[in-house]
């Protein structure tokens, strides 16, 4: 049971209900996946809501990340999936299988990121899988590193840091306020898919 009350748009005001809005909507689904969508309100948001000023910042540091990183939108969503299998962060989990599926991942290559599986993907991707898996769990090695840095430059190597890093924290906090997903959670090999 989430340990912080979920803020409401009326509780809020007016100028700030627009922090509570998603940046989804079921529309941006296949509609045999758009039952992993039930509101436009999503709890993380609820939960920091509590301190308007921090949901600015946060969402505006989110934005920044997403748009700035310099990864595709596919994959930034194997970025933050990678981060969320690694540190089992059912939230985010549950939140960017949706993202991911908007952005053309599979549901065999989310499942592959599931079971940390990476030898599917391209070396590319699977460069930054890895190294993800291992910067999630602060045991970067040298090879991982190489890895990643052999095929993304210097800036898109910080984007990728910096927004996995952003995704360990966001687990560590929802975690303490113990957010739950708004609908059922999907399942690590997508048995609610």
Same mark, same amino acid.
């Given at each position: 049971?989430?340990?912080?009350?979920?803020?409401?748009?009326?509780?809020?005001?007016?100028?700030?209900?627009?922090?509570?809005?998603?940046?989804?909507?079921?529309?941006?689904?296949?509609?045999?996946?758009? $039952?992993?969508?039930?509101?436009?309100?999503?709890?993380?948001?609820?939960?920091?809501?509590?301190?308007?000023?921090?949901?600015?910042?946060?969402?505006?540091?989110?934005?920044?990340?997403?748009? *700035?990183?310099?990864?595709?939108?596919?994959?930034?969503?194997?970025?933050?999936?990678?981060?969320?299998?690694?540190?089992?962060?059912?939230?985010?989990? $549950?939140? $960017?299988?949706? $993202?991911?599926?908007?952005?053309?991942?599979?549901?065999? *290559?989310?499942?592959?990121?599931?079971?940390?599986?990476?030898?599917?993907?391209?070396?590319?991707?699977?460069?930054?899988?890895?190294?993800?898996?291992?910067?999630?769990?602060?045991?970067?090695?040298?090879?991982?590193?190489?890895?990643?840095?052999?095929?993304?430059?210097?800036?898109?190597?910080?984007?990728?840091?910096?927004?996995?890093?952003?995704?360990?924290?966001?687990?560590?906090?929802?975690?303490?306020?113990?957010?739950?997903?708004? *609908?059922?959670?999907?399942?690590?090999?997508?048995?609610?898919?």
């Amino acid at each position: 049971m989430v340990r912080i009350p979920y803020v409401d748009p009326d509780d809020l005001p007016e100028e700030n209900r627009n922090l509570l809005e998603t940046s989804m909507d079921a529309g941006d689904l296949e509609e045999a996946h758009e $039952h992993l969508f039930s509101t436009e309100t999503r709890n993380v948001h609820r939960a920091i809501g509590n301190n308007p000023a921090v949901l600015r910042g946060f969402r505006s540091s989110n934005t920044t990340l997403w748009n *700035e990183s310099g990864v595709t939108e596919r994959q930034r969503e194997l970025v933050i999936l990678a981060t969320a299998r690694a540190i089992d962060s059912r939230y985010e989990w $549950h939140q $960017h299988v949706r $993202h991911a599926l908007g952005a053309g991942l599979t549901p065999d *290559e989310i499942r592959a990121i599931a079971r940390e599986d990476y030898d599917s993907f391209s070396d590319p991707e699977a460069a930054l899988l890895t190294y993800v898996a291992a910067l999630t769990q602060g045991e970067v090695e040298d090879d991982q590193y190489t890895g990643v840095a052999a095929q993304f430059d210097d800036s898109t190597v910080v984007g990728i840091t910096m927004l996995a890093s952003k995704y360990v924290g966001l687990a560590r906090a929802l975690a303490a306020f113990d957010v739950d997903t708004e *609908e059922p959670f999907v399942g690590w090999g997508l048995e609610r898919l």
